[in-house]
Structure formats: C-alpha cells, structure tokens
C-alpha cells in the first residue's frame, strides 16, 4: 500500500491567491513525522515544513502552513499570497518513528505535485 | 556558500565505466544520505550514514558503493555505470537528536548513462 499518497499531478492557481496541495498518509505507528518539500525546475530540494504527529497545533512557516488532520491521515501544504517564483514541483514525505533515538526509518515520498503559478 | 555541495552537477558518462559523486557539507551534521530520483518513482534511498564508521544500505544499493571520508564527506560510486542509473543523485544530510531528523538536500547530480 502506498504511504505518502498525492492526488494531483498538476495545480494551477493565480499570483497573490491561496493554494493547498493535498496529502494522504498511511501509517500504524503513533509516532511519525510529515515533510513537504519543493523542487524547482533548477532540481534542487528545498525543505519547506515539518509537523510531527504529536504536535499540537498546525505548523507554519511564513506563507507555507501545514492543515494536518490526524483522524483523515491528511497533512496538505497550504501557500498563501501565491509568487510566480512558488512555481515547481512538491513532494509530500513521511518517516515513522520520529521517536526514536537509535534505528532508523526511511523517509518515504510521494510521487509530487506540480504547481503553476500564473501572472 | 551552500551548506550541502555536490559534484559535479551534471556528468555524461558511457557504459561500464566507473564514476564517484561526491558530496561536502557544513551543517555539522552527522547523518548523510544519497538518494537517486527517477520520474514517477519519487526518491528512493541508496545508502546512509550515521558516522563516518556507520555505513547502510538502502533499498536500492546494488550497482553502488559508498564511502564516507569524513563527517563532512560522503561519496557515491557506480563501479560499473549502466544507463539505467541514468538519474538524478541527491546528497542529504540530518542531525541526531533532532526530533524531526529534517534531512536537507544539496542540489543534485544530473548522470547519464550513454
């Protein structure tokens, strides 16, 4: 079964609106942590956000901020005040076992988004 | 200056011959990691370290090696290329004791395999 689940191959939105790309997760462990990175044309990965599983609220940082709804398994990727330079592909990640402090857990990824943002 | 390095950042290459990718970072960390993407099989992961004397595979490490000179090097070679190693490589490096172990991306090698 897949463990990172990303619906949309493509999203379009306008410069200056809001934007949420979705993901689902998979996982039995109570403990896990949820990633989103962007990748720009130019190939690299950039890290965007974290929430953990225990973490109370919402994580923000700047226009990126995270809808995590633990009982629906979705963490989707919210962006406001969308920029032309937002324009790239978007992976959603997971690792199981945040916990831990000796093993290691493999980060898993979705198969991304890529959002267009128009002028 | 970039905190995670790779090189080169693009390399062609022929069948069979041996090439090493290498990657620097400055971030202290002490966990390095190299991951190859393909499209639409996301990243997968090919080998990891903790330390310097901590090596693993990942899940796909066949065809690969690695070694990890320093806590701030860590080289990914092909002994043999073929062109289905045609790809692009990606360094990682995160810190232990960090509860999320963020990992950070340098800015990939693109390889082909002619």
């Known amino acids: 079964a897949q463990k990172i689940t990303q619906t949309q191959p493509g999203m379009f939105v306008q410069e200056k609106e809001a934007v949420t790309l979705d993901c689902t997760y998979d996982t039995s462990d109570p403990s896990y942590g949820l990633f989103w990175y962007k990748q720009p044309s130019s190939g690299e990965m950039i890290f965007l956000i974290y929430q953990g599983s225990y973490d109370q609220q919402n994580a923000t940082e700047g226009r990126y901020s995270l809808n995590f709804q633990k009982a629906r398994k979705s963490a989707n990727l919210v962006i406001s005040a969308s920029q032309l330079g937002d324009s790239a592909m978007y992976f959603c990640?997971?690792?199981?076992?945040?916990?831990?402090?000796?093993?290691?857990?493999?980060?898993?990824f979705g198969t991304g988004t890529r959002l267009l943002v128009s002028p | 200056d970039a905190d995670v390095t790779q090189t080169p950042r693009n390399r062609i290459t022929k069948t069979g011959k041996r090439i090493m990718l290498e990657c620097s970072q400055t971030k202290g960390h002490d966990r390095m990691y190299w991951y190859r993407q393909d499209p639409g099989l996301g990243l997968r992961l090919i080998y990891y370290s903790f330390d310097v004397k901590d090596i693993n595979k990942g899940e796909i490490s066949d065809g690969y090696s690695v070694s990890r000179q320093a806590q701030a090097k860590f080289s990914l070679s092909l002994e043999s290329a073929i062109p289905n190693q045609t790809a692009l490589y990606f360094c990682?490096?995160?810190?232990?004791?960090?509860?999320?172990?963020?990992?950070?991306f340098g800015p990939g090698t693109r390889l082909t395999v002619l």
């Open positions: 990682a490096t995160s810190v232990r004791g960090q509860g999320s172990d963020t990992q950070y």
């Open positions: 990640a997971m690792r199981e076992g945040v916990m831990l402090l000796q093993g290691f857990q493999k980060l898993v």
